[in-house]
Each structure stands twice: as structure tokens, then as C-alpha cells.
């Protein structure tokens, strides 16, 4: 299994609700990542989590809530976000250090209205 | 911080042209990656490429660490090599962290 399976693929959410965004890979990768994409952009580094733990939280606000279950489980809690969230969020595993083997997930498309 | 740059930053071809897109990084580095974004916004890992010259299928990727630069090859281009392409370095020091270029939109007509 050489995937990274994220769900789910769309996300229409209010101001005022609360999701969650899940992803999931069965590679044995040990570091997983949450990037941010905007149209006609680079991929931005939001959270990475090496081992089960948050090694770096690129100062993202509060309203996006990371949490690791597992080695092979990554959720991205969504709550009061504002329009300007609305974005394709990527999941992405690496085989740790070096990121040797990095695989992104296909994304979810979040419109935030 | 590192500073990650490509060129061109759009490109347009006929089908069965070849290209070479470039990317060049501002510190060392000890990994480098290339990846394609396709329309849908599928990122995939074409070449982990530090340094040296790998090749699979009709694209190669070269990386001179010491001049700070790598290049993209392709041949004989496909509509489904339509896209974006990026460049992403990991530093040798500091944040273990991906930093992307701001990429090149190929788009390749019938």
C-alpha cells in the first residue's frame, strides 16, 4: 500500500461549524505533514508531527486543531474557520528525517462560506 | 530562509516537445524533490533527487548540489504531462521542513 488516503475529498462548512478533516497511510511512514493550498500556489507547511508528537506548528491559528491518534492516523480539527480558510488542504507522510518517500494524499477541497 | 526558485514560471508546448524546467536554491540542501500537481491537484513525488542523475521513463532530473540547481527533463510530451511542476528542497539545518518554489504551470497542446 503506497497510499495516502484523505477524507473527505469536498467540505462545504459554515463559520460556525466544526469538522474534522482525516487521513490516513499504511506505509510505515513515521513523520506526517498538513499543508495548505491556495489557487496558483505552492503547497504551505501548516503542522508536521514526527512519531506521534507535533514537531513544528508553522504558527497556525487555533482554529485548526492537529491531533496524531496513531502512526498511521492524522486529523486536522476545523472549527470557526473564516472565508479566507477556504483552500485544498494535503496530507502528506515521509519515511521521517530525511523525507525519503514523500506521498501526499489527493486532498480536501474546503470552501468555507 | 532559503529562497526557492523556477523558471519558467508558464510554459506552453505542442504534444511530443521536449522541455527543461529549473530550479535553483539559495543554501544547501540534502534532499531535493520534484513533484507534479495535476489539474485535479494529485501531488505526486517524481524524483528524490539530492544529487546526480536519475531517469524513469521519458523524465530525467539532474541536481548539481555544489552550483545549487537542479533541472527537469522532459520528452516527447503528453496532454497528460499538463500541470504544475515543483521543486521542494529540505535544509540541512534549521526546521526539518519542505520548502516548495513557486512552480512551473506546463500546459501541453494536442
Known amino acids: 500500500d503506497t497510499e495516502v488516503t484523505q477524507t473527505p475529498k469536498h467540505l462545504v462548512m459554515g463559520m460556525t461549524n466544526k469538522k474534522s478533516l482525516k487521513c490516513e497511510q499504511h506505509?510505515?511512514?513515521?513523520?506526517m505533514y498538513w499543508y495548505k493550498q491556495k489557487a496558483k500556489k505552492p503547497p504551505e507547511l501548516m503542522f508536521v508531527?514526527?512519531?506521534?508528537?507535533?514537531?513544528i506548528n508553522e504558527s497556525v491559528p487555533s482554529r485548526f486543531s492537529p491531533e496524531c491518534p496513531n502512526s498511521s492516523l492524522l486529523n486536522l480539527h476545523l472549527h470557526a474557520l473564516q472565508p479566507e480558510d477556504s483552500a485544498l488542504y494535503l496530507c502528506?507522510?515521509?519515511?521521517?528525517?530525511?523525507?525519503?518517500?514523500?506521498?501526499f494524499g489527493s486532498g480536501t477541497r474546503l470552501t468555507v462560506v | 530562509g532559503i529562497q526557492v526558485e523556477q523558471s519558467p514560471p508558464d510554459l506552453i508546448l505542442q504534444e511530443g516537445a521536449n522541455s527543461t524546467l529549473r530550479c535553483n536554491f539559495s543554501?544547501?540542501?540534502?534532499?531535493l524533490q520534484w513533484f507534479h500537481q495535476n489539474p485535479w491537484g494529485q501531488l505526486i513525488n517524481l524524483f528524490y533527487?539530492?544529487?546526480g542523475t536519475k531517469q524513469n521513463g521519458r523524465l530525467s532530473a539532474t541536481t548539481v548540489a555544489t552550483e545549487r540547481y537542479s533541472l527537469l527533463y522532459i520528452s516527447s510530451s503528453q496532454t497528460t504531462d499538463s500541470g504544475v511542476y515543483f521543486c521542494?528542497?529540505?535544509?540541512?539545518?534549521?526546521?526539518?521542513?519542505?520548502?516548495f518554489g513557486q512552480g512551473t504551470r506546463l500546459t501541453i497542446n494536442p
Open positions: 502528506a507522510s515521509s519515511q521521517g528525517r530525511h523525507n525519503y518517500g514523500y506521498t
Open positions: 506505509m510505515g511512514h513515521r513523520a
Open positions: 508531527y514526527s512519531y506521534e508528537k507535533l514537531s
Open positions: 543554501d544547501s540542501v540534502n534532499n
Open positions: 533527487i539530492p544529487s
Open positions: 521542494a528542497v529540505f535544509l540541512l539545518q534549521g526546521a526539518q521542513k519542505l520548502v
